[in-house]
């Protein structure tokens, strides 16, 4: 089967009216810019299937003649031993001999340019692979540049032990979806450059759809020795060109008591083993040893624990185990550091707040909370119940504050039923107030106003947290907010979760980075008071937009210090560096426009970046300086579950770079909503965004949306000016019976939107994004464009659609790339012929052709292989046109089946069918005819679509196309022939070839 090759060229630009179609247009470039001018590329959209269309950013684009694409083999022994991540082969400065020049679909400005990808399977096979791009001007050819290679975000620790099992996150870590666990995991110490291989993990967990993408298990090598290591991966694709970038990781001796604990495996089982930093004291705690004497001493029998948990802090830690049965409390338990507070269960050892004795003495830092417990850093909760009581407000507080370490709670019942608010902090299961790194929360079952909540953290975020395998509950007739609420959080795993009954599900705000939302199930949300997003990364607008004075490859030097009075008080040097701050630099306008780094460190107003730029900006060149308050990037949002929600899942909003959300499920829910936010200096931009393989069942619609309420002239660069959403790609995507659009999709008490129509996937004020695969079923309309320029629409279904397929409310005309060059739109089932099936092809000069058709019942038919007696040749002629009554050849690569007329006839016409119930597409179709039985001579080819003569039949021109229902139709001038031969090389599916039937017709 052909992956590698470029074959459907037809690119179409189709102008629409409001309801119909009325001309066809190739797109035109613009004007090209002045000679000798080389095209420089500054990013390239990531997950550009194979055959998709995909974006180029970046210098002089607009000169562009030629764009051509090389996906390097593999050798699997030589990317094994490569031992040295720094010298890496240099990527060729021209393209390869194997190379393919793919077709350029739009230049709408110097600095943009869509293309079209090599191949045309990403339909079925979902494939991705490491990609080497350059681009040809008449000035000469562009630096390399290799997308689609494994891109790591996060790793699940910072800090593990050999042998352990953890995880790392990104994009484009595998080439399919389907893909075996496959790949290389590298670790390479930092000081002495000493390599050692991690073990990728088979699992069931492992290998779920969507997953292998986004997300390897492997174990750390057990013979590495404790230090800073680099790690990197590698999927067996693109040759020693395609390693990943790199994470840091620290290989420890031994763990905590608390770290120990809060460690374990991907599939929620704690590790076998590990070591331990010291040796920890045990306290068992019986409830006969609370005595009349004990009592009068310490006064209850929480007091006298709370004794216990001090002594065992004071002497370095260790565990604190409780007795079962009902713990009374008459003020907050505040658990030091160092100690686990151990129960024997949820069940069993219960904190309850008697009633005649309400909560009191809570320490003035914990007056708003009013919480039962306290956990201070480095603790642990576990195996136990919490009921909140009269006087309490919080059952569980997590106070971070003086140093931020792991704190655990596992296999707790938290159940609070207060209602009252106090000084705006809302009863609560958990909450957080400070920073934390390794916070982990595992099995509990939270039931509360507000089951769990982190609080504020500006100049820090919260990193590396794990939040698995809990039940969030909300009780709606509190009016419960959330029912997960986070700030400000970073490299942090949030999966197998439940969330139910609340306002909110899962709310993020104050900026979001390097995050895996992982198989959770929402249920039950919104509807309640303002606000109902199942899902929100919801940002402030804390940003600004400068001038660039200088820059290097490593650094950029902006005309005034960043300032924001509220979130980051003192910007001085090394605040970045030193706060562990993270702020992101992305250029606007003028050279370099498009790419955006995250910045490590700052002398003043020099920002040194993480990453060097792909092109140098200079002092044409706008930028904007985001902090961490104010951006979500490198999200991963995968196999999420939404049910019987009003509100929508809002994966997207405000400044949004490179999240993927991908594989979500909606049934009888909100809409899947992306929107960015107003468009004023600092430009809120949502781009390159990765929305793919999401299905909404009798849901809202795929909402798409620009909040332009006051557009900005940068004055240079147009494309900011058509919505500040560009860049992002749509890939299918299923949205079937959409019940929920327009303004009741959003929110459950605000008119967001007039009474427009809308689309089962709706897009307003967004430009030059790509909308590839979809799939739309029972909608008003198809897709629906507002106020939108530039975008591109290739290969998508609209099926029993009501008003239009494509319908453009104060928008430009969509770039159409369709192989059959008109819309999919169907108005009965798919699978059913359809109009939209016919391939017809009628060549220049082509005779009139006569009715009757004389292959019929013929069965003078040979093959190049040997036939199955179960499938016989003679299907080829016997009027039968059910897809299923095809035959097959025994093996796989370019075959053909031959049929004998009889006679020689002057033909004119000949349709063909494949098998076609799924609209596969089948390589090197050839068809040709002959007066001689061997076909060595008298010879005409009719139709060959092979090209680059794989099947050795020539270098054909026609295009690939969809299989359909009506099969292909060749209407050519006569020609004298008596034999004919069809050929065929595999399809999108498999590797074989598919006969259905042949009809052949005389010319009259």
């Known amino acids: 089967m052909k992956t590698m090759k470029s074959k459907l060229a037809l690119v179409l630009a189709l102008v629409l009216a409001v309801s119909a179609f009325a001309a066809m247009l190739m797109p035109v470039p613009s004007p090209a810019a002045a000679a000798g001018e080389v095209p420089e590329i500054s990013y390239v959209t990531k997950s550009a299937d194979m055959g998709a269309p995909f974006t180029i950013m970046g210098e002089h684009l607009d000169t562009v003649t030629e764009v051509w694409l090389w996906v390097p083999g593999t050798d699997t022994a030589a990317v094994r031993k490569l031992d040295d991540l720094d010298s890496l082969p240099a990527l060729p400065a021209v393209p390869d001999e194997n190379a393919v020049k793919v077709g350029i679909i739009s230049q709408p400005n110097a600095h943009t340019l869509m293309a079209k990808g090599i191949g045309e399977n990403f339909f079925?096979?979902?494939?991705?692979?490491?990609?080497?791009?350059?681009?040809?001007?008449?000035?000469?050819?562009?630096?390399?540049?290799?997308?689609?290679?494994?891109?790591?975000?996060?790793?699940?620790?910072?800090?593990?032990?050999?042998?352990?099992?953890?995880?790392?996150?990104?994009?484009?870590?595998?080439?399919?979806?389907?893909?075996?666990?496959?790949?290389?995991?590298?670790?390479?110490?930092?000081?002495?450059?000493?390599?050692?291989?991690?073990?990728?993990?088979?699992?069931?967990?492992?290998?779920?759809?969507?997953?292998?993408?986004?997300?390897?298990?492997?174990?750390?090598?057990?013979?590495?020795?404790?230090?800073?290591?680099?790690?990197?991966?590698?999927?067996?694709?693109?040759?020693?060109?395609?390693w990943s970038n790199r994470l840091t990781v620290q290989i420890a001796g031994s763990l905590t008591l608390v770290e120990a604990l809060a460690r374990p495996s991907n599939d929620g089982t704690v590790l076998p083993a590990y070591t331990l930093d010291k040796t920890y004291v045990s306290r068992n705690i019986e409830r006969s040893e609370y005595t009349s004497a004990v009592e009068a001493t310490y006064g209850t029998f929480g007091n006298y624990i709370q004794t216990q948990i001090d002594r065992v802090s004071a002497q370095g830690g260790g565990t604190v185990t409780l007795p079962p049965g009902i713990i009374a409390l008459n003020k907050p338990l505040i658990v030091k550091e160092g100690v686990v507070l151990q129960g024997q269960g949820k069940g069993s050892t219960e904190f309850r707040i008697n009633r005649l004795d309400p909560l009191k003495n809570v320490p003035g830092t914990y007056a708003a909370e009013k919480p039962m417990i306290v956990l201070l850093t480095n603790t642990a909760l576990l195996d136990l119940s919490v009921t909140v009581g009269d006087g309490a407000l919080t059952a569980v507080t997590i106070d971070s504050r003086v140093n931020p370490r792991t704190i655990l709670v596992k296999n707790t019942n938290i159940y609070n039923e207060e209602t009252q608010n106090t000084a705006s902090v809302f009863p609560a299961g958990i909450s957080v107030i400070g920073v934390t790194k390794g916070l982990t929360i595992v099995g509990n079952e939270v039931k509360a106003n507000r089951p769990l909540i982190t609080r504020h953290s500006y100049a820090t975020p919260h990193q590396y947290s794990y939040i698995v395998g809990n039940k969030f509950?909300?009780?709606?007739?509190?009016?419960?907010?959330?029912?997960?609420?986070?700030?400000?959080?970073?490299?942090?795993?949030?999966?197998?979760?439940?969330?139910?009954?609340?306002?909110?599900?899962?709310?993020?705000?104050?900026?979001?980075?390097?995050?895996?939302?992982?198989?959770?199930?929402?249920?039950?949300?919104?509807?309640?008071?303002?606000?109902?997003?199942?899902?929100?990364?919801?940002?402030?607008?804390?940003?600004?937009?400068?001038?660039?004075?200088?820059?290097?490859?490593?650094?950029?030097?902006?005309?005034?210090?960043?300032?924001?009075?509220?979130?980051?008080?003192?910007?001085?040097?090394?605040?970045?560096?030193?706060?562990?701050?993270?702020?992101?630099?992305?250029?606007?306008?003028?050279?370099?426009?498009?790419?955006?780094?995250?910045?490590?460190?700052?002398?003043?107003?020099?920002?040194?970046?993480?990453?060097?730029?792909?092109?140098?900006?200079?002092?044409?060149?706008?930028?904007?300086?985001?902090?961490?308050?104010?951006?979500?990037?490198n999200n991963l949002f995968v196999n999420n579950t939404i049910k019987d929600s009003i509100g929508p899942a809002m994966f997207i909003w405000g400044f949004a770079v490179e999240n993927a959300i991908v594989g979500n499920e909606f049934y009888n829910a909100g809409s899947l909503m992306e929107w960015s936010m107003v468009q004023t200096p600092p430009a809120n931009m949502t781009i390159y965004n990765y929305t793919a393989n999401n299905m909404l069942i009798n849901s809202g619609d795929l909402l798409f949306r620009n909040q332009v309420s006051s557009l900005y002239n940068f004055g240079e660069d147009p494309i900011y000016d058509n919505g500040n959403a560009f860049g992002n790609a749509f890939v299918r995507n299923k949205v079937v019976s959409p019940s929920h659009v327009g303004e009741y999709n959003n929110y459950s008490n605000m008119n967001v939107f007039t009474a427009v129509p809308e689309g089962g996937i709706t897009v307003r004020s967004a430009s030059y994004n790509m909308f590839s695969g979809n799939y739309v079923f029972?909608?008003?309309?198809?897709?629906?464009?507002?106020?939108?320029?530039?975008?591109?629409?290739?290969?998508?279904?609209?099926?029993?659609?009501?008003?239009?397929?494509?319908?453009?409310?104060?928008?430009?005309?969509?770039?159409?790339?369709?192989?059959?060059?008109?819309?999919?739109?169907?108005?009965?089932?798919?699978?059913e012929p359809q109009a939209s099936d016919n391939r017809v092809i009628v060549r220049p000069g082509a005779a009139p052709a006569g009715t009757v058709n004389v292959a019929v019942y013929k069965t003078a038919i040979t093959a190049s292989f040997l036939p199955s007696a179960v499938r016989p040749l003679s299907y080829l002629t016997d009027n039968k046109f059910d897809s299923s009554n095809y035959f097959l050849p025994t093996v796989p690569g370019p075959q053909y089946v031959q049929l004998d007329l009889g006679q020689n006839y002057d033909l004119s016409k000949v349709k063909l069918w494949h098998y076609y119930i799924d609209s596969r597409i089948y390589h090197d179709v050839i068809i040709q005819v002959s007066t001689t039985a061997d076909f060595s001579s008298g010879v005409t080819t009719l139709f060959n679509n092979d090209n680059d003569n794989s099947s050795g039949q020539g270098i054909g021109t026609d295009a690939e196309y969809y299989e359909g229902a009506s099969g292909l139709e060749l209407q050519f001038p006569a020609v004298t022939a008596r034999y004919i031969r069809c050929w065929v090389s595999g399809n999108s599916v498999n590797d074989f070839g598919h006969w259905t039937e042949l009809q052949v017709f005389p010319a009259l």
């Open 473 to 633: 509950d909300g009780y709606p007739s509190n009016n419960s907010y959330s029912g997960v609420t986070l700030y400000t959080l970073a490299n942090s795993i949030f999966a197998y979760n439940e969330v139910n009954n609340s306002t909110r599900g899962l709310v993020n705000q104050t900026g979001m980075w390097r995050n895996w939302i992982y198989n959770n199930t929402f249920e039950s949300i919104g509807g309640i008071s303002n606000g109902s997003e199942v899902v929100l990364p919801e940002n402030n607008n804390k940003g600004q937009t400068n001038s660039v004075t200088s820059a290097t490859y490593t650094s950029v030097t902006i005309d005034s210090p960043f300032s924001d009075a509220t979130y980051y008080k003192n910007w001085t040097n090394h605040y970045i560096a030193a706060n562990n701050s993270e702020f992101y630099v992305y250029v606007l306008t003028g050279r370099g426009m498009g790419q955006f780094r995250k910045v490590t460190d700052n002398v003043g107003t020099t920002l040194q970046i993480a990453e060097p730029w792909n092109v140098v900006p200079d002092s044409t060149s706008k930028v904007s300086v985001i902090g961490h308050v104010s951006m979500s990037t």
């Open 124 to 242: 079925v096979a979902r494939a991705v692979a490491p990609t080497v791009l350059w681009l040809k001007s008449a000035s000469g050819w562009s630096a390399p540049y290799m997308f689609n290679k494994p891109d790591l975000y996060f790793s699940s620790y910072d800090k593990v032990l050999p042998g352990q099992e953890m995880s790392v996150f990104g994009i484009d870590l595998a080439n399919a979806d389907t893909n075996p666990v496959s790949g290389q995991v590298m670790f390479r110490n930092v000081a002495t450059h000493a390599v050692y291989w991690g073990t990728v993990l088979t699992t069931s967990n492992q290998n779920r759809p969507n997953r292998y993408q986004y997300s390897w298990d492997f174990k750390v090598p057990a013979d590495a020795v404790p230090g800073t290591y680099e790690v990197a991966v590698h999927n067996l694709n693109g040759g020693a060109y395609a």
């Open 778 to 831: 029972g909608a008003t309309n198809g897709i629906v464009f507002h106020n939108s320029i530039g975008n591109v629409l290739y290969s998508n279904k609209f099926v029993r659609i009501d008003g239009s397929p494509i319908l453009l409310i104060g928008s430009s005309i969509p770039y159409r790339v369709d192989p059959l060059g008109a819309s999919y739109t169907e108005t009965s089932l798919p699978g």
